[in-house]
């Protein structure tokens, strides 16, 4: 597809599981990022990927988060040992080049009961 | 510590006139501003940018208004329809060590009344 793509839209987890987040970027878009937006608030950054240099990790909350990016293709989004706190839309953003215009999925909603 | 804010969290506008949505920032080492918007359910879709070497971009009904003296950001947007009726956020990016990372602000719900 021409656009940014995110799987599952939907998930359900318990508390304690982990869960996967996918993300497949535009194709030929160097610059990756995954937000956040918890109920009610603003979009809060979590990491960035740009080629092959090191992430920007500094939006993770916490350890139990993790990221990895193959090349400039597919990324996932780990989350451990869910919380309650984890429920949010996780949106997945590309770019040609980092810190130019992102281009946005739909998003996964994750609850966690 | 909030470095992107947009002050007001709703604005009602009349269909066919001006909508104008605020933004500030408070770190003068933003040099790229953008404007998204975001329907329920979707993700956010980019609306129009202005980088810190001008003070105005235009795109059709949408204007962004930079003012890098106040640090305040500003998307106009006229006439106002009644499709435009969103949620409104402003983004910032840097260069140096925060290069990339683009900030949003909380958001404006934009509602246009026929």
């Known amino acids: 597809g021409a656009g940014v793509s995110q799987s599952p839209s939907n998930k359900v987890t318990e508390k304690g599981k982990d869960v996967e987040l996918r993300c497949d970027p535009i194709?030929?878009?160097?610059?990756l990022y995954w937000y956040r937006q918890r109920l009610g608030q603003g979009l809060e950054f979590l990491i960035y990927?740009?080629?092959?240099?090191?992430?920007?990790k500094s939006g993770l909350p916490s350890d139990r988060f993790s990221a990895e990016r193959t090349g400039e293709s597919v990324s996932t989004l780990t989350i451990q040992r869910t919380q309650q706190e984890d429920s949010a839309v996780y949106l997945c953003?590309?770019?040609?080049?980092?810190?130019?215009?992102?281009?946005f999925g739909q998003g996964t909603r994750l609850t966690v009961v | 510590d909030q470095q992107v804010k947009q002050n007001s969290p709703s604005l009602s506008v009349q269909e066919g006139r001006i909508s104008i949505l605020n933004c500030d920032y408070t770190?003068?080492?933003?040099?790229?501003f953008l404007w998204y918007k975001k329907y329920p359910a979707e993700g956010p879709t980019f609306l129009i940018s202005?980088?810190?070497?001008?003070d105005k971009n235009e795109d059709g009904r949408f204007t962004v208004f930079l003012n890098k003296s106040a640090k305040h950001l500003s998307l106009h947007i006229v006439p106002s329809q009644p499709g435009d009726s969103a949620v409104y956020f402003c983004?910032?990016?840097?260069?140096?060590?925060?290069?990339?990372?683009?900030?949003f602000g909380q958001g404006t719900i934009l509602t246009v009344h026929p």
């Open positions: 953003a590309s770019s040609i080049l980092v810190g130019t215009e992102a281009f």
């Open positions: 194709s030929g878009h160097t610059a």
């Open positions: 990927f740009q080629g092959n240099s090191a992430p920007d």
């Open positions: 770190n003068s080492m933003f040099d790229y």
């Open positions: 202005i980088s810190s070497i001008k």
């Open positions: 983004a910032v990016s840097a260069g140096g060590t925060s290069y990339g990372k683009l900030t």
